[in-house]
């Protein structure tokens, strides 16, 4: 069964540095593209950044961009998500997600993880 | 990029069909076919309901279907039942080769 398994939240304190990690199992990991996904408490969903399968392709929600970084290690089936410069707008519960089709970049999402919890708060 | 907008809310009774609508602009919704649909219950992980704007994933009930003109998209769900309750999110790929998501619809089965 594919799995994905994200890692990483916690409770970090505006302007420091996190980093999530999104373990996946039960595909051929390095044949999809992934994504990040977040939520807000009580908000809906907002796409964060995504990453083709060889990390040719990286782009970045304007939210985002500068301040986070993701990328992928096709060896270890793992995504990460590097964030800095924390703000309290990015506490949020953050999802990792496969893309449905192994030939696109984003298609639809067909297998998402748990979701962790990062709380930005001084 | 703003988010695609969709109804707050819409409800429904057992049995009936209800429609909802996400609408953004030539830059995603109107230029590609790759919208797609979510359900989301609270506290959990959202599930994969239409993708390619009107094609379902294996296991998805045919009560569900997605369409799209100009650039508008709609989900319809047939034959409401009570478990059909939940958030209900579109998304789309746009011209700047990111993603982009509705703001959520929130559906009661009355």
């Known amino acids: 069964d594919v799995q994905l398994v994200e890692s990483g939240g916690g409770l970090v304190q505006p302007g420091r540095s996190l980093r999530l990690s999104c373990a996946a199992s039960?595909?051929?990991?390095?044949?999809?593209?992934m994504h990040w996904v977040r939520q807000a408490p009580g908000k809906g969903l907002e796409w964060v950044s995504g990453?083709?399968?060889?990390?040719?392709?990286?782009s970045y929600a304007d939210s985002v961009k500068g301040r986070f970084t993701m990328s992928r290690d096709n060896a270890r089936d793992s995504v990460y998500l590097q964030m800095n410069s924390l703000r309290k707008e990015d506490t949020a519960v953050y999802y990792c997600?496969?893309?449905?089709?192994?030939?696109?970049?984003?298609?639809?999402?067909?297998?998402w993880g748990q979701g962790t919890l990062v709380t930005v708060s001084s | 990029q703003s988010a695609l907008t969709q109804p707050a809310s819409v409800s429904g009774s057992p049995g009936q069909s209800i429609t909802i609508s996400c609408t953004g602009t030539?830059?995603?919704?109107?230029?590609?076919?790759?919208v797609s649909w979510y359900k989301q219950h609270p506290g959990k992980a959202p599930k994969l309901m239409i993708y390619?704007?009107?094609d379902r994933p294996s296991g998805v009930s045919n009560r569900f279907s997605g369409s799209k003109s100009g650039n508008t998209a709609s989900l319809t769900i047939s034959g409401l039942r009570a478990e059909d309750e939940a958030d209900y999110y579109c998304?789309?790929?746009?011209?700047?080769?990111?993603?982009?998501f509705g703001g959520g619809t929130k559906l009661t089965v009355l």
């Open positions: 039960g595909f051929t990991f390095d044949e999809y593209a």
């Open positions: 030539s830059g995603d919704v109107g230029g590609y076919n790759y």
């Open positions: 990453i083709s399968w060889n990390s040719g392709s990286l």
């Open positions: 998304s789309s790929y746009t011209r700047f080769s990111t993603v982009v």
């Open positions: 997600a496969r893309v449905r089709d192994s030939s696109l970049w984003y298609d639809g999402l067909d297998y």
């Open positions: 390619a704007v009107g």
